[in-house]
């Protein structure tokens, strides 16, 4: 997909998992005479201070632009993704919409609005974004996961797991993509394929906190406590969000059974 994907880094440090396209701009834009900045360089900002997660900032300069190229779908798009980074799905879904109606055959906004639809618990129309995206291209890794996460709200862990690997296959090191796949093998009963994944991901990518947390909750359910241990001190310390299980099944949207596992892990080790 030609959209750029860096608005999915910024969302993630928000909390959110979700993979959004942020879309550069189109073609050279220029201003009026009477305009201070000239339009590329105003896009230019806006992209910027959403890539940086600068989202307060980002919102009145997708707001400049829009003022001045109303027709410019990519910056109605990017102004939903940081409508939606600001808490404002409704907001973000009609950005969306206006997106669609300028350029229909672009899919980046049916996935930036399946992400809003998400955050909303609209899981079927979320779900028939990321569809209509899978019939154009099958293999469009970020739309693949986006199903898989809607798959695994709706407590299809088997088909999730299906998403997950199939996102994983069609991007090469796709790193919360297998590890979402070996979390959906933990929660399906199946924790020795889970941990085999668990611990080449680690391998390959020592400082990624999700496999270290799941490779601990999976390790102590099997009784290997001072392994477990080992990695928690790794992953709790590369990301504190871990030891809340609110936000490991809301917004990271791990199966409840690694949840679990997790929280009596650390019910324990903190006694």
């Known amino acids: 997909m030609a959209g750029?994907?860096?608005?999915?880094?910024?969302?993630?440090?928000?909390?959110?998992?979700?993979?959004l396209a942020?879309?550069?701009?189109?073609?050279?834009?220029?201003a009026s005479p009477a305009t201070a900045a000239p339009l590329p360089q105003l896009f230019e900002q806006a992209l910027a201070a959403s890539r940086e997660g600068r989202f307060g900032d980002a919102l009145p300069l997708w707001d400049r632009?829009?003022?001045?190229?109303p027709n410019d779908a990519a910056a109605w798009s990017n102004r939903g993704n940081v409508q939606l980074a600001l808490g404002r799905a409704e907001a973000a879904i009609a950005d969306q919409e206006q997106a669609m109606a300028l350029d229909?055959?672009?899919?980046?906004?049916?996935l930036n609005r399946g992400t809003a639809e998400e955050a909303l618990g609209q899981w079927d129309l979320a779900a028939a974004d990321y569809r209509w995206i899978l019939e154009r291209d099958p293999e469009e890794a970020s739309a693949l996961y986006n199903l898989g996460n809607?798959?695994?709200?709706?407590?299809?862990?088997?088909?999730?797991?299906?998403?997950?690997?199939?996102?994983?296959?069609a991007r090469p090191g796709f790193a919360m993509a297998r590890s979402s796949a070996a979390l959906a093998a933990f929660q399906l009963g199946e924790?020795?394929?889970?941990?085999?994944?668990?611990r080449k991901l680690v391998r390959r990518y020592p400082l990624f906190a999700d496999a270290r947390a799941a490779l601990t909750a999976l390790l102590w359910q099997r009784g290997a406590a001072g392994e477990a241990e080992s990695n928690w001190a790794a992953a709790s310390g590369l990301d504190p969000r871990y030891r809340q299980p609110e936000w490991l099944l809301e917004?990271?949207?791990?199966?409840?059974?690694?949840?679990?596992?997790?929280?009596?892990?650390?019910?324990?080790?903190?006694?």
């Open 191 to 198: 924790p020795a394929e889970a941990e085999q994944e668990l």
């Open 65 to 69: 632009v829009l003022e001045q190229a």
């Open 22 to 30: 942020l879309l550069p701009a189109p073609r050279p834009l220029w």
């Open 104 to 110: 229909p055959v672009n899919a980046d906004p049916h």
């Open 251 to 271: 917004i990271r949207r791990w199966p409840p059974g690694p949840v679990q596992a997790l929280e009596d892990f650390l019910q324990l080790v903190q006694r």
């Open 4 to 19: 750029l994907r860096a608005m999915g880094k910024c969302l993630l440090a928000l909390g959110l998992t979700l993979a």
């Open 150 to 169: 809607v798959e695994g709200s709706l407590g299809h862990w088997d088909q999730a797991r299906d998403c997950f690997e199939a996102a994983a296959a």
